[in-house]
């Protein structure tokens, strides 16, 4: 059965703080490996990952995967109240029938205080 | 990137009606994705919605109560069948255009 599984599920800090939210994975098919941040209803986009190795990075955020490992991780450097989120952590399905489907991890909650 | 409305943005329901909820994008795609996120929970995949064929479900859901249509390659319309409490989730839509982005979603709650 395929799993993404993150930790902490979550997570308090003041402001200004250096954060490492971690997302494991075991799936079969695996294409690439998306960060979003959910505020309100939707999740926004803030990396796919397809390589290892390879970090990316905008602005105060940086992720980074492990595909020997099978892991992920989400910085978020200098929090400010306003990365106050749920972080989800997603793995994309490659081929056939499965190409597109995401499989969520349960989410790390993130509360900045200022 | 993709521009993607829902309708929508949120509804009261009574138990035993059906809600229908409706995607729309600003670019052709050929499949589209409605997800479901329950109180507390992370998302969860409820089907896949290719234009010119059925939708395909994820294990746990239904045709019966989750019907889809897909008239066209911007366009899709999730329902929500014979509604109960449980029902009560955000739904959304989704796209891959390189990347895969998700529609504002709608939040249901059923009394």
């Known amino acids: 059965e395929d799993k993404v599984v993150q930790s902490p599920l979550s997570l308090v800090v003041h402001e200004g703080d250096t954060v490492t939210l971690n997302c494991s994975y075991e799936v079969t098919n695996f294409r690439s490996l998306l960060w979003y941040k959910q505020e309100k209803k939707a999740p926004t986009f803030l990396f796919m990952l397809t390589s290892s190795g390879i970090e990316k990075k905008s602005g105060r955020l940086s992720s980074i995967l492990d595909k020997k490992e099978l892991f992920s991780i989400l910085n978020i450097t200098a929090t400010q109240t306003g990365d106050s989120a749920i972080y989800l952590c997603?793995?994309?399905?490659?081929?056939?029938?499965?190409?597109?489907?995401?499989?969520f991890g349960q989410g790390t909650i993130l509360t900045v205080h200022p | 990137s993709a521009v993607i409305s829902q309708k929508p943005s949120r509804d009261i329901c009574q138990r035993g009606t059906s809600l229908t909820i409706q995607c729309q994008v600003d670019s052709q795609v050929t499949m589209m994705f409605w997800y479901r996120q329950q109180p507390g929970q992370s998302l969860t995949l409820i089907a896949t919605a290719n234009q010119g064929s059925e939708a395909t479900y994820e294990s746990g859901f239904v045709i019966d109560k989750f019907p889809i249509s897909r008239p066209n390659l911007t366009f899709s319309t999730l329902t929500v069948s014979n509604m109960s409490p449980e029902d009560s989730s955000i739904y959304l839509c989704?796209?891959?255009?390189?990347?895969?982005?998700f529609g504002p979603g709608t939040r249901l709650t059923v009394t």
């Open positions: 997603a793995v994309e399905h490659a081929g056939g029938t499965s190409y597109g489907k995401l499989t």
């Open positions: 989704s796209v891959v255009i390189y990347e895969q982005y």
